[in-house]
Antibody, heavy 118, light 110 residues
Framework: QVQLVESGGVLVKPGGSLRLSCAAS????????MSWIRQPPGKGLEWVSY????????KYADSVKGRFTISRDNVENVLYLQMNNLRDADTAMYYC???????????WGQGTLVTVSS | QPALTQPPSASGTPGQRVTISCSGA????????VIWYQQLPGAAPKPLIW???ERPSGVPDRFSGSKSGTSASLAISGLQSKDEADYYC???????????FGGGTKVTVL
């Protein structure tokens, strides 16, 4: 079955960098658009970024544009999120999701927690 | 400010029917499918309804979705204690060119 397993979340100081990974299995990874969604503690869901199936088109939320970079390895079946110049407001659970047409973001990982604090 | 508007809370007694609304715009709900997510405490969101009114495999038929114009709603009939969770609506926004969500509705079973 579809499995998405995020990793890489840690406590980091403001201004620091971090790379999140999402290992995908159980489906043909290279055929799907993928997105990162985040959820600050006690708050709602926020779309962060998506990448097309081939990896040559990306889009970012205004709040992370210029600081975050999404990428994918369609051989190793891994989705990445490189996060630079981190801010307190980036503190959140980060979820890796698979997109499927009218079903939207229909598969989610368990999430990885990023905490930005001095 | 979330692009989609949901009430922050809803409640009912066991067996009752609860309805959650989700209001958007022509660029999102008005022109694209609505997905509803259930987030149980401490867990990741899980799709409950997709394509406005379709239930993924394994979702009980107590959950139903509908859409009209730029609004959508989720109904939970025969409310059970295990339905206590946060519920989010989501849709693709053609103007923003990305996914948008409601602020979430916390459902409490009294």
């Amino acid at each position: 079955q579809v499995q998405l397993v995020e990793s890489g979340g840690v406590l980091v100081k403001p201004g620091g960098s971090l790379r999140l990974s999402c290992a995908a299995s159980g489906f043909v990874f290279r055929n799907y658009y993928m997105s990162w969604i985040r959820q600050p503690p006690g708050k709602g869901l926020e779309w962060v970024s998506y990448i097309n199936s081939g990896g040559d088109y990306t889009k970012y939320a205004d709040s992370v544009k210029g600081r975050f970079t999404i990428s994918r390895d369609n051989v190793e079946n891994v989705l990445y999120l490189q996060m630079n110049n981190l801010r307190d407001a980036d503190t959140a659970m980060y979820y890796c999701t698979r997109e499927l047409g009218n079903r939207g973001l229909e598969s989610w990982g368990q999430g990885t927690l990023v905490t930005v604090s001095s | 400010q979330p692009a989609l508007t949901q009430p922050p809370s809803a409640s009912g007694t066991p067996g009752q029917r609860v309805t959650i609304s989700c209001s958007g715009a022509s660029s999102n709900i008005g022109s694209n499918s609505v997905i509803w997510y259930q987030q149980l405490p401490g867990a990741a969101p899980k799709p409950l309804i997709w394509n406005n009114d379709e239930r993924p495999s394994g979702v009980p038929d107590r959950f139903s979705g509908s859409k009209s114009g730029t609004s959508a709603s989720l109904a939970i009939s025969g409310l059970q204690s295990k339905d206590e969770a946060d519920y989010y609506c989501g849709a693709w926004d053609a103007s923003r060119n990305h996914w948008v969500f409601g602020g979430g509705t916390k459902v409490t079973v009294l």
